[in-house]
């Protein structure tokens, strides 16, 4: 059974970096073609994807957040990791981990999510 | 990057009715097409990939069709717990972009 939890910092201030774990069951991020990837939704908006990384150490970022994300895996203890940096405003929203995969070109749905957690930033 | 989008934003519709959401990509996506349930305070679900391959566990009442730059989900036999908001989603490139969604209730 494919499992997937998020957690982080819930309220932090403007200019602050935004900190989020993923921690997963059912596989392993050292399976050849398994990618978690991290996607928010603003309250009673649409949803954006953020990063992924991928059982080869691959990572992908969206260009809308430039240099801002950064992720990461710890494949042992079944986690990854996305770091948000001079997070303001409009970075309020709760951001889910999902697994998808990423092969020979080839992306995956995002089949499975976690339950996902609220970051609210203010001042 | 591809941009999606769906039509209606929103739809009314009664129990048993049959209804369909649209998706427009900005450019080809060779099918790399998804559709997402999502109940409020809830996660999206994955009912549709490959633009109409049912994913595990989804009623058959759903079903996605299209190619190109064109996709829809029909709901055939609204149920009540169809209500919901449906997201598409292009796999076809990076970034993967999402539809703004469309908001389903009951008439």
């Known amino acids: 059974q494919v499992t997937l939890k998020e957690s982080g910092t819930g309220i932090l201030q403007p200019s602050q970096a935004l900190s989020l774990t993923c921690s997963f069951s059912?596989?392993?991020?050292?399976?050849?073609?398994?990618?978690v990837s991290w996607i928010r939704q603003p309250s009673g908006k649409g949803l954006e994807w953020l990063a992924d990384?991928?059982?080869?150490?691959?990572?992908g970022y969206n260009p809308s957040l430039k240099n801002r994300l950064s992720i990461s895996k710890d494949t042992s203890n079944n986690q990854a990791f996305l770091k948000i940096t001079s997070v303001d405003t409009a970075d309020t929203a709760t951001y889910y981990c999902?697994?998808?995969?990423?092969?020979?070109?080839?992306?995956?749905?995002?089949?499975?999510w976690g339950q996902g957690t609220l970051v609210t930033v203010s001042s | 990057d591809i941009q999606m989008t769906q039509s209606p934003a929103s739809l009314s519709a009664s129990l048993g009715e049959t209804v369909t959401i649209e998706c427009l990509a900005s450019?080809?996506?060779?099918?790399?097409l998804a559709w997402y349930q999502q109940k409020p305070g809830k996660s999206p679900q994955l009912l549709i990939y490959?633009?109409?391959s049912l994913n595990d566990g989804v009623p058959s009442r759903f079903s996605g069709s299209g190619s190109g730059t064109q996709y829809s989900l029909k709901i055939n036999s609204l149920q009540s717990e169809d209500v919901s908001i449906y997201f598409c989603?292009?796999?076809?490139?990076?970034?993967?972009?999402f539809g703004g969604g469309t908001k389903l209730e009951l008439k």
């Open positions: 999902a697994r998808t995969y990423y092969y020979d070109g080839t992306y995956g749905p995002f089949a499975y």
């Open positions: 059912g596989f392993s991020l050292s399976t050849t073609g398994i990618c």
């Open positions: 990384i991928c059982w080869d150490d691959g990572k």
């Open positions: 450019e080809d996506i060779y099918s790399n």
């Open positions: 490959y633009a109409n």
């Open positions: 989603q292009q796999n076809y490139d990076s970034p993967r972009t």
